[in-house]
């Protein structure tokens, strides 16, 4: 059974860093679109970055420039590095593994990320 936990949320000031990681089990990076996701508060859930079996990624024009995704399949674990933080992005961020046949999607808990000073 499939099972993604991720890590690394908390309190940042504006224009700080944090790294999240999302360790996974039952998944095989290469059978999935891997990917970040995220909800501020009161919002709706939207995707952040995605990364491809193939290396290919996409980013959200609102972190393009300042967050960087990486999957290491190795370890079957998934990195969002985030650079320059803002208010805005503050959110509960979550960890996505998307069958690429069938399009299941599996999600992690969600590590909250606050950015204030």
């Known amino acids: 059974q499939a099972r993604l936990v991720e890590s690394g949320g908390g309190l940042v000031q504006p224009g700080g860093s944090l790294r999240l990681s999302c360790e996974t089990s039952?998944?095989?990076?290469?059978?999935?679109?891997m990917a970040w996701y995220r909800q501020p508060p009161g919002k709706e859930r939207e995707l952040v970055a995605q990364?491809?079996?193939?290396?290919?990624?996409k980013y959200s024009e609102a972190v393009k420039g300042r967050f960087t995704i990486s999957a290491d399949s190795a370890v079957n674990t998934l990195h969002l590095q985030m650079n320059n933080l803002a208010p805005e992005d503050t959110a509960v961020y979550y960890c996505?593994?998307?069958?690429?046949?069938?399009?299941?999607?599996?999600w992690g808990q969600g590590t909250l990320v606050t950015v204030s000073a």
């Open positions: 996505n593994a998307r069958d690429i046949f069938y399009g299941q999607d599996r």
């Open positions: 039952g998944i095989i990076f290469a059978l999935n679109y």
């Open positions: 990364i491809s079996r193939d290396g290919d990624i």
